[in-house]
Nanobody
Framework: VRLVESGGGSVQAGGSLRLSCEAF????????VGWFRQAPGKERERVAT???????IYADSVKGRFTISRNKANHTLYLQMNNLKVDGGGMFYC????????????????WGKGTLVTISS
């Protein structure tokens, strides 16, 4: 199983980025998938997830600005990020879990290596 993120980069506050995560090696459609962020010196936190029934959940800090979606045909997860905030940067990871989305990040089964998002004022 492999998850490969792309789309990170440097952007000014207020700008947009679209992250992608391509999955290899497992039955993608029956898994919870999501995006997680880790800012320097801070713990990794959940940004948005899509559960096995396609229910989406967002962190309060990104509601109305971020959209998570997935294309089951090409096993790719996306995160459209609009109106980015200066404190919203960090390493963004995609992850997947066999079955329904767990409450604990540590129980996600597979993680990508991350893509870095830098936001300047």
């Amino acid at each position: 199983v492999r998850l490969v993120e792309s789309g990170g980069g440097s952007v000014q506050a207020g700008g947009s980025l679209r992250l992608s995560c391509e999955a290899f090696g497992y039955p993608y459609s029956s898994y919870c998938v999501g995006w997680f962020r880790q800012a320097p010196g801070k713990e990794r936190e959940r940004v948005a997830t899509i559960d096995t029934d396609d229910e989406t959940i967002y962190a309060d800090s990104v509601k109305g600005r971020f959209t998570i979606s997935r294309n089951k045909a090409n096993h790719t997860l996306y995160l459209q990020m609009n109106n980015l905030k200066v404190d919203g940067g960090g390493m963004f990871y995609c992850a997947s879990h066999r079955g329904n989305c767990p409450l604990r990040l540590s129980t996600m089964d597979y993680w990508g290596k991350g893509t870095l998002v830098t936001i300047s004022s």
